[in-house]
């Protein structure tokens, strides 16, 4: 059998803790989380769902913070070493030279990934409903958005960190106008960004009475590509007598042919337990949205939200989730 191997850019400076003495677990929790208090930014009452990549030897991130009217805003911040952020006070802007898409109604659960060097937004767009925003930023000072990716409604946008087969390639999950309570992962093919097609199934919920992935399910940060496959963390719902739970998984898409699945978690990587994930805006999330991945050494820093109220972090090793995933996995 041929040696495992990841294909990502290193970051020395990642954030890393060991886990603790007897930990079984895939991820396991930086013991200081929440890494983000509710009010992080002084003019916002939550702040959400944190998309990172690493930026000329720093960490840099896009994430949502409702201000006091409750407006889902983006937001910018930077760090040195992954824990400890500046974050700005003032509202991305976007600069945008198609004035039908221009106006910016809201955005939330961004995600970034770089693509030949340029670092990619993707969101979810308000566009008479819920949509794939798209953007970049070439120095994340300056940020230009694109045209809306597909049609309405959808959420949990997230490009693929190259090109495959020559496109662009987005995985999406369609949605209605609210709190959606269903959702299946499908993915789309560009050659331009803008102009998108070939749209593939990839996966659904399992819908056994109870399962933590049986409401809905969407894609968490950027797929991480292995010699295994394309390694996606996404989070999965079930819906309880006292509503959603959201918790996390891990899913191996074909390199060449990412809508085939090649194994995935039948159990949950990552589950709301911590009081600061049980007890907030939203109870019992954990919403993974931005990962770092140490190409040297295989590190894996994952961000997410917690109750839609504060960010948390959770370490791991790409080989052991995805080893974790084959040797749990639901199609095996």
């Known amino acids: 059998m041929p040696p495992f191997h990841l294909v990502a850019e290193p970051i020395p400076?990642?954030?890393?803790?060991e886990p603790s003495s007897g930990n079984s677990d895939v991820l396991?929790?930086?013991i200081l989380n929440p890494v983000a208090p509710?009010?992080?930014?002084?003019a916002c009452s939550y702040i959400h769902n944190r998309a990172v990549a690493a930026f000329e030897r720093e960490c840099r991130e896009v994430f949502r913070a409702d201000n006091r009217s409750l407006r889902m805003q983006l937001h910018r911040g930077r760090s040195s070493d992954g824990l400890s952020w500046t974050l700005d006070e003032e509202p991305l802007r976007f600069r945008c030279d198609e004035p039908e898409i221009a106006k910016f109604t809201y955005g939330y659960d961004p995600r970034l990934v770089k693509i030949d060097g340029r670092i990619y937004v993707v969101w979810c767009n308000g566009?008479?409903?819920p949509t794939i925003g798209l953007g970049y930023t070439d120095d994340f000072e300056t940020f230009h958005q694109i045209e809306n990716a597909v049609l309405l409604f959808n959420r949990n946008g997230v490009l693929f960190p190259r090109k495959i087969n020559?496109?662009?390639v987005l995985i999406s999950r369609s949605s209605d106008n609210g709190h959606t309570p269903f959702g299946e992962m499908y993915l789309s093919h560009s050659k331009d960004l803008v102009h998108w097609g070939r749209h593939r199934y990839i996966m659904s919920p399992l819908r056994e009475e109870n399962g933590w992935q049986s409401t809905k399910i969407g894609?968490?940060?950027?797929?991480?590509?292995?010699s295994e496959g394309w390694l996606l963390i996404y989070h999965g719902v079930v819906t309880t007598c006292n509503g959603f739970v959201y918790s996390a998984g891990a899913v191996l898409l074909d390199l060449e042919q990412p809508w085939k699945v090649i194994a995935r978690s039948d159990p949950y990587i990552l589950t709301p337990t911590a009081l600061y994930e049980c007890v907030g805006n939203v109870p019992n999330v954990v919403f993974p949205c931005g990962?770092?991945?140490d190409g040297a050494t295989g590190r894996l820093a994952l961000y997410?939200?917690?109750?839609?109220?504060?960010?948390?972090l959770a370490f791991g090793k790409v080989r052991d989730i995805v080893e974790f995933t084959k040797r749990h996995s639901v199609t095996s």
């Open 13 to 17: 400076n990642i954030p890393w803790q």
């Open 28 to 30: 396991w929790r930086y």
């Open 38 to 42: 509710a009010r992080a930014v002084a």
């Open 127 to 129: 566009y008479h409903g």
């Open 166 to 168: 020559g496109d662009y």
């Open 219 to 226: 894609a968490g940060p950027a797929p991480i590509e292995t």
């Open 291 to 293: 990962a770092l991945v």
């Open 304 to 312: 997410y939200g917690c109750a839609d109220t504060v960010i948390g």
